[in-house]
């Protein structure tokens, strides 16, 4: 390629890229303004961060017209990522409002600036993971994330909890990264390439020989990079103390989007590299290798461990760091099934989970800024002081358990049908996923029963109140809870249109 078709084909190539270049140069825009205002005028970052924002969110509706892989095949952008992408901005500037009503993060006058400039980061590095088709592009897009992660967790400076968070998430964060780092090395050496697609053209190549031992453990490296994202066990013991130390708006991010980025670039790599054509029962896989055998027993063991240990919390953010585990649980069940029905029933999970979770977070936010504490005994009888508050949070925490009614249930209901629509084979799945749900009820409703059944130690206590803005930022989560519930057939039809046009 001569220099005037490479620089024609970068400039296509960015072109294409828009919602990741306006992500990009908002972050040098917000990094330069930050070192130029006073703190009296911090406000002006934010709104510089929301409009970066909602800037990326109108030019994905062009980007998802669009079907193509950019700069030499290390991105592709197909209806898949670009409804992640979707995900990921809508929940960051979700996020970014919730951290406007955070006392944690607005005491002393501490300074946004930085906040923002990373959030920003942790965005472009999740819209790259949901498009990354190259394995140099996926640890690269992954350590981008990671990299932001550590320092939100870490934000309050001041606080010897949020340093143990932040220190204790940096060292799993490594280890998983060196597993992921070697397993990609190894992958290459045994197929002489980073491209996917071009890896599955290999797998599909008969002449090629390929030891399956080598090629199993390179993959379970990788799967460990990508378990640690998603917070799937073994690689979830980093997840309840990064999400107590964190700040609460930053928890509730971490919980939903670089979740499901962990998600997006999990189904494309196990999809793209190790299953040829579809056919209706799902995709022909083309190693003889049981991956479907080890992402079960990963999301029996995560969806176990998370549920089971969360009935002992009594720290109200830990139990939802264990909650978010049991989900992760769930939601691999739609990636180990490969067939479009679970593929979209995991994709619907995502974009609901994202609502109910950061609701559910947002209500911790603030009744515990509001009492100084987020342990269960200090919230007795908040129900009946802070009805506005206490109520939603029954109506996220019954979506989370499933109750019908709720946009949870019918996740669950979508994701349940499609492990039984693999036949037989997969009750027992279904089966424990059920048993886990029901278990998940009694630590859920646990936290109703101290809001509404429980007596205040001090009676007299005034009401707690929240301002006018933040309440109605709650009925923006709530609402959605219940309508989603019930007129859910178009999130749903988008997320199986995304499906299909999942490109390698």
Do not use: C
Not at 87 to 98: D, I, R, T, Y
Not at 308 to 318: D, I
Request: proline letters at 4%.
């Amino acid at each position: 390629m001569n220099l005037d078709a490479l620089i024609t084909y970068t400039l296509t190539s960015t072109a294409l890229l828009q919602p990741e270049l306006l992500v990009a140069v908002g972050l040098m825009l917000i990094l330069v303004t930050d070192l130029f205002l006073k703190k009296t005028v911090q406000k002006w970052i934010s709104v510089l961060f929301f409009l970066v924002m909602g800037l990326a969110l109108i030019s994905l509706s062009r980007q998802s017209e669009v079907q193509a892989q950019v700069f030499s095949g290390m991105i592709s952008i197909d209806g898949y990522s670009v409804f992640f992408k979707y995900l990921f901005v809508v929940s960051a500037l979700l996020a970014g409002v919730m951290s406007l009503f955070s006392e944690e993060l607005n005491q002393n006058r501490r300074r946004l600036g930085e906040y923002f400039i990373v959030m920003t980061g942790m965005v472009l590095g999740m819209m790259l993971m949901a498009g990354a088709a190259n394995l140099l592009m996926m640890f690269v897009a992954i350590e981008l994330v990671s990299l932001s992660s550590y320092i939100l967790v870490s934000y309050l400076k001041d606080d010897k909890i949020s340093n143990e968070s932040g220190v204790k998430y940096i060292i799993y964060g490594s280890f998983s990264s060196g597993l992921m780092i070697y397993g990609i090395s190894l992958i290459y050496g045994i197929t002489g390439t980073l491209s996917l697609s071009e890896m599955n053209a290999v797998l599909q190549n008969p002449a090629a020989t390929i030891d399956p031992v080598t090629l199993t453990i390179a993959v379970l490296l990788v799967l460990g990079g990508l378990g640690y994202k998603v917070a799937a066990a073994p690689f979830h013991f980093w997840a309840p103390d990064a999400y107590q130390g964190a700040p609460t708006p930053v928890a509730a991010f971490l919980s939903v989007a670089p979740k499901a980025a962990g998600f997006a670039m999990m189904l494309r790599f196990f999809k793209t590299v190790f299953f040829g054509s579809a056919t209706q029962d799902g995709y022909v896989p083309l190693a003889s290798l049981d991956w479907v055998s080890i992402l079960a027993v990963i999301s029996v063991l995560t969806m176990t461990i998370g549920n089971v240990t969360a009935l002992w919390q009594q720290n109200v953010k830990r139990m939802l760091a264990y909650s978010s585990i049991a989900h992760a649980g769930y939601i691999l069940m739609g990636v180990l099934l490969l067939s479009d029905s679970g593929i979209a029933a995991m994709m619907f999970y995502l974009a609901y989970y994202l609502i109910m979770n950061l609701g559910a977070f947002y209500v911790t936010m603030l009744l515990g800024d509001r009492v100084q504490s987020y342990e269960l005994d200090d919230w007795r009888g908040l129900g009946f002081r802070a009805p506005v508050l206490a109520v939603p949070m029954v109506i996220f925490l019954a979506s989370l358990i499933g109750i019908p009614g709720t946009v949870g249930f019918t996740g669950k209901f979508l994701l349940f049908v499609a492990v039984l629509q693999q036949g037989s084979l997969y009750f027992w799945l279904a089966l424990i996923a059920v048993a886990n749900s029901v278990v998940s009820a009694f630590y859920y409703f646990k936290v109703a029963k101290i809001l509404f059944l429980k007596k205040s130690a001090d009676p007299h206590a005034e009401p707690v109140t929240a301002p006018v803005p933040a309440v109605v930022l709650l009925f923006v989560f709530a609402v959605p809870t219940i309508v989603l519930g019930i007129w859910w057939s178009p999130l749903y039809n988008w997320a199986m249109a995304s499906v299909r046009m999942i490109t390698g």
